[in-house]
């Protein structure tokens, strides 16, 4: 299996503050990567795919890069409303993997 | 907009079937893959496995035989059964729309199933 190493596991910033979160792949996967969002109580939403291609509805404020084992995803201006958890996946190759989740903080 | 509602028992005690059930609404389920992610209390998501809409399945291996994804085109929904649960099968579990091998850009709300004697 593809093991997904997020990091940080959590991390608290201010509102307008720029938020990274790595994710790394144990073996190279391409560009077949997707970040989703999850808040309780909620659906989780899809925020990026294929590393960089941002989901119809979100805001432009995420974006993507990386390719081959190391990914990031970027809050460009932090919102009290992206107080959440995030998760990378790979669907490079089957079993689909996750990463183990950065919740992010308002401070 | 496709909307996913899930539903299922939420309390099961240890040997006995996990069963949940999703229903697909506004868009077909041809052309995609049907699948489930679960999260257990206080750590990461786990892929379970996916359906397409003629039947195909694809599991994650660790669940080691004991589930099975199926789907009826007719009632638009599809289900997921998981035998000899324990414990460790406590979970949020998710439904997904994805498209194969492929990200999941539609899920369900979630349904919480505690595994208890």
């Known amino acids: 299996d593809i093991q997904m190493t997020q990091s940080p596991s959590t991390l608290s910033a201010s509102v307008g503050d720029r938020v990274t979160i790595t994710c790394r792949a144990s073996q190279p996967i391409s560009t077949w990567l997707a970040w989703y969002q999850l808040k309780p109580g909620k659906a989780p939403k899809l925020l990026i795919y294929k590393t960089s291609s941002l989901q119809s509805g979100v805001s432009s404020r995420f974006s993507g890069s990386g390719s081959g084992t190391e990914f990031t995803l970027t809050i460009s201006s932090l919102q009290p409303d992206d107080s959440a958890s995030y998760f990378c996946q790979q669907y490079n190759t089957y079993p689909l993997t996750f990463g183990g989740g950065t919740r992010v903080e308002i401070k | 907009q496709v909307e996913l509602q899930q539903w299922g028992a939420g309390l099961l005690k240890p040997s006995e079937t996990l069963s949940l059930s999703c229903s697909v609404s506004?868009?077909?389920?041809?052309?995609?893959?049907w699948g489930w992610v679960r999260q257990p209390p206080g750590t990461g998501l786990e892929w379970i496995g996916e359906?397409?809409?003629?039947?195909?399945?694809n599991y994650n291996p660790s669940l080691k035989g004991r589930v099975s994804i199926s789907i009826d085109t007719s009632k638009s929904q599809f289900s997921l059964n998981l035998n000899s649960v324990t414990a460790a099968d406590t979970a949020l579990y998710y439904c997904?729309?994805?498209?194969?091998?492929?990200?999941?850009?539609?899920w369900g709300q979630g349904t919480l199933v505690t595994v208890s004697s």
């Open positions: 359906v397409n809409h003629s039947g195909g399945a």
């Open positions: 997904t729309r994805g498209g194969g091998i492929y990200y999941y850009d539609n």
């Open positions: 506004g868009g077909s389920l041809t052309g995609y893959s």
